[in-house]
């Protein structure tokens, strides 16, 4: 007998956050071309799950706003751009990349009902009050000498490739298109959203207006999926799952962990910053906000991690439904 398939109402709905290798691999320039094959990899599974839940996709936008800025520096004819207007630019782009290829995507399985996918331009709030902005600590964009940078109109930091614009990271509060994008998903769309962590903006009374700052994309996507009630939240990236001494000889990677192993592990600041820190983070904040399942896999294996038979599943304490 064939099994009916699920409506799109009773579809669990999921959060795919990727990575920003899901665009520019490892070694690789990133040019177009490239990053058009490279989301071929997830977005296939994206497309073959799409049958099972209803999907939310998020994105990162490193590589992709650093090259903007360095663009902003190549003219002095033109006004430089704000990083809040190149976000959004990111937005843009990336949503157009991912909502082509996965179109194709869909079309290539054929029958079945086929989601509509639409991009949803994203502001983020944070907090004008974060103690980020009073340490700004995200270095971002292209590296300058000492003398290119002291010529700067911006704070800079010393790195390991020279000197980078550095600007703060503050944490997410509330995602503004929360409600537009959980109606989007209840209509059936497959929505893209949230891309680059979301426009930072800040609250004044009755308008928001952009701030520089980057808001990390795991922590913004935890916020998006508690926000808007996401059943499955799956973080996408360029490594199997959470490793225990990662880096060493005797490393191994998780299938599994607790939120109350998690936390312990987090408090000893065992995973770094800016990478997988707030990864584990932002599964554990889910799973505590009544989220079902979150899982960190490669993109590789986004079908295999749905499935629970790839990735590091985080376990709840709570008594599970
Ligand atoms: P993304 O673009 O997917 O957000 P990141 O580079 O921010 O990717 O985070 C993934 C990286 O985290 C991996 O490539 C790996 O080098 C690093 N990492 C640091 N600590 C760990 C750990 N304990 N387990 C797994 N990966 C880790
Ligand atoms: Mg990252």
Same mark, same amino acid.
């Given at each position: 007998?064939?099994?009916?398939?699920?409506?799109?109402?009773?579809?669990?709905?999921?959060?795919?956050?990727?990575?920003?290798?899901?665009?520019?691999?490892?070694?690789?320039?990133?040019?177009?071309?490239?990053?058009?094959?490279?989301?071929?990899?997830?977005?296939?599974?994206?497309?073959?799950?799409?049958?099972?839940?209803?999907? #939310?996709?998020?994105?990162?936008?490193?590589?992709?706003?650093?090259?903007?800025?360095?663009?902003?520096?190549?003219?002095?004819?033109?006004?430089?751009?704000?990083?809040?207007?190149?976000?959004?630019?990111?937005?843009?782009?990336?949503?157009?990349?991912?909502?082509?290829?996965?179109?194709?995507?869909?079309?290539?399985?054929?029958?079945?009902?086929?989601?509509?996918?639409?991009?949803?331009?994203?502001?983020?709030?944070?907090?004008?009050?974060?103690?980020?902005?009073?340490?700004?600590?995200?270095?971002?964009?292209?590296?300058?000498?000492?003398?290119?940078?002291?010529?700067?109109?911006?704070?800079?930091?010393?790195?390991?490739?020279?000197?980078?614009?550095?600007?703060?990271?503050?944490?997410?509060?509330?995602?503004?298109?929360?409600?537009?994008?959980?109606?989007?998903?209840?209509?059936?769309?497959?929505?893209?959203?949230?891309?680059?962590?979301? #426009?930072?903006? #800040?609250?004044?009374?009755?308008?928001?207006?952009?701030?520089?700052?980057?808001?990390?994309?795991?922590?913004?996507?935890?916020?998006?999926?508690?926000?808007?009630?996401?059943?499955?939240? +799956?973080?996408?990236?360029?490594?199997?799952?959470?490793?225990?001494?990662?880096?060493?000889?005797?490393?191994?990677?998780?299938?599994?962990?607790?939120?109350?192993?998690?936390?312990?592990?987090?408090?000893?600041?065992?995973?770094?910053?800016?990478?997988?820190?707030?990864?584990?983070?932002?599964?554990?904040?889910?799973?505590?906000?009544?989220?079902?399942?979150? +899982? #960190?896999?490669?993109?590789?294996?986004?079908?295999?991690?749905?499935?629970?038979?790839?990735?590091?599943?985080?376990?709840?304490?709570?008594?599970?439904?």
């Amino acid at each position: 007998m064939v099994e009916r398939r699920k409506t799109y109402k009773e579809k669990p709905v999921m959060l795919v956050a990727l990575g920003g290798n899901a665009l520019i691999r490892k070694g690789q320039k990133g040019s177009i071309e490239e990053q058009f094959r490279n989301l071929r990899v997830p977005l296939s599974q994206v497309a073959r799950l799409s049958r099972d839940y209803r999907i #939310i996709l998020t994105h990162g936008n490193g590589p992709q706003v650093g090259n903007l800025l360095l663009q902003q520096e190549c003219c002095d004819a033109l006004p430089r751009l704000p990083l809040e207007i190149l976000v959004a630019q990111t937005q843009g782009q990336i949503g157009y990349m991912i909502e082509s290829t996965l179109d194709s995507e869909l079309m290539k399985l054929g029958n079945g009902t086929v989601p509509y996918i639409v991009t949803v331009l994203t502001y983020v709030v944070v907090d004008e009050n974060d103690p980020a902005f009073r340490n700004p600590s995200k270095p971002i964009g292209p590296a300058f000498s000492e003398e290119a940078a002291a010529r700067l109109p911006y704070r800079t930091v010393r790195t390991e490739k020279g000197y980078r614009r550095v600007v703060a990271s503050p944490r997410p509060v509330t995602i503004v298109e929360k409600r537009e994008i959980r109606r989007l998903v209840e209509l059936g769309f497959l929505v893209i959203s949230c891309g680059g962590g979301g #426009i930072p903006v #800040i609250r004044e009374s009755r308008t928001f207006h952009g701030v520089d700052a980057v808001i990390d994309k795991d922590l913004a996507s935890a916020r998006l999926a508690g926000e808007v009630g996401v059943d499955v939240f +799956v973080i996408a990236t360029d490594v199997p799952g959470v490793a225990l001494n990662y880096g060493y000889p005797d490393q191994t990677f998780l299938r599994s962990i607790t939120v109350e192993e998690a936390v312990e592990r987090l408090k000893k600041h065992e995973f770094p910053d800016g990478s997988m820190g707030p990864k584990v983070e932002a599964a554990v904040q889910f799973l505590e906000e009544g989220g079902r399942r979150a +899982v #960190i896999a490669s993109i590789e294996e986004v079908e295999e991690a749905a499935a629970g038979r790839a990735g590091t599943e985080f376990i709840s304490g709570r008594v599970r439904g």
